[in-house]
């Protein structure tokens, strides 16, 4: 009797867990008989990730946006707010690959009368965005990342971490070197009877494009790697225009850059090589299918 009992109770759980949850029934109902019951519906959730968000309307997606787009401005504004007192000694920093290059009575001047808080100011918003950076592409993977398959979220992890360190070091790539080496060609060739006396804001401007070029141009690998992924093109073609893709390198290199054969070079050479890096990546991370061609004769 008690054993009816409990079989009972079994039953009244059922249903009642059939009416909250409908899912339910069909695990507790059907995994003594057949296994593949659950797994039938486990794997029709996994394939219905995106139902969610198909069925969520855009001004819900807008309002998410917003949210994040506001985290992301309250941590450049409080950033901004911790380095605005150093806004000095931070253009001083940026300013010293100049002034050392500089003629012993040249100094670098100001021609607008707010260019001497301006282009502080400038350059702290510009540092704070940099050391937010991390935080900023979190934030946009919080909101990419629900539209996402656990393998297409395996891969993205990798690609963000790799872009965050890619972009610091073609930062840090262009001015620890080819700053202090353009800055050096253009004073060098300079005419003797003009005493160079570079704007500060005109220089601020250089410098951030200059930082910016580079910390973009250092994300070829990561560009490359995502269009094979994506199956936009493939490796064969890669290697097959290599040659065009150098010599657009170079024509890139000689338009977003200074007019110097210096910055060109410097720029055409890494950003060669960096595509060079994702092609072996690429090599490395994706096998390609056999042909089914090859598959037949193989099975026969």
């Known amino acids: 009797m008690s054993l009816f009992k409990r079989k009972k109770s079994r ?3 059922i249903a009642v867990s059939a009416v909250t949850d409908p899912n339910v029934i069909d695990q507790d109902a059907f995994n003594k008989d057949t296994g593949t019951k659950t797994s039938t519906t486990q794997d029709k959730k996994s394939d219905d990730v995106l139902s969610p968000l198909a069925d969520m309307p ?3 997606h807008l309002i998410e946006l917003r949210r994040h787009l506001i985290k992301i401005c309250v941590a450049v504004l409080i950033i901004f707010l911790g380095l605005v007192g150093y806004s000095r000694e931070l253009y001083n920093l940026l300013s010293d690959p100049l002034v050392a290059q500089l003629p012993a009575n040249s100094t670098m ?3 607008d009368i707010t260019s001497n808080f301006m282009a502080p100011i400038r ?8 050391l937010a950076m991390p935080y900023i592409l979190y934030q946009i993977w919080s909101f990419v990342a629900p539209g996402l398959y656990k393998k297409e979220k395996k891969i993205a992890i990798p690609v963000l971490l790799s872009s965050i360190f890619l972009f610091y070091a073609g930062v840090a790539f262009s001015y620890f070197i080819v700053l202090k080496g353009v800055l050096k060609f253009f004073i060098m060739f300079a005419p003797q009877n003009v005493l160079p006396m570079t704007d500060i804001d005109s220089y601020l401007s250089f410098a951030l494009k200059l930082f910016m070029v580079f910390g973009l141009t250092f994300e070829i690998p990561v560009v490359t790697l995502l269009l094979i992924l994506a199956g936009i093109v493939s490796i064969q073609s890669l290697e ?3 040659r065009y893709i150098i010599v657009g390198c ?3 290199a000689a338009v977003v850059t200074p007019p110097d054969g210096v910055s060109m070079l410097m720029l055409a050479i890494p950003m060669w090589l960096l595509f060079e890096l994702g092609l072996f990546l690429a090599k490395i991370l994706i096998k390609e299918e056999p042909s089914p061609t090859l598959v037949s004769t193989d099975k026969e």
């Not at 350059?123 to 940099?130: D, E, I, K, P, R």
């Open 240 to 242: 097959e225009k290599r």
């Open 123 to 130: 350059l702290t918003v510009f540092v704070a965005a940099f």
């Open 11 to 13: 039953q009244e759980k």
């Open 250 to 252: 170079f024509a890139v």
């Open 58 to 60: 855009i001004t819900e």
């Open 109 to 111: 001047i100001a021609t």
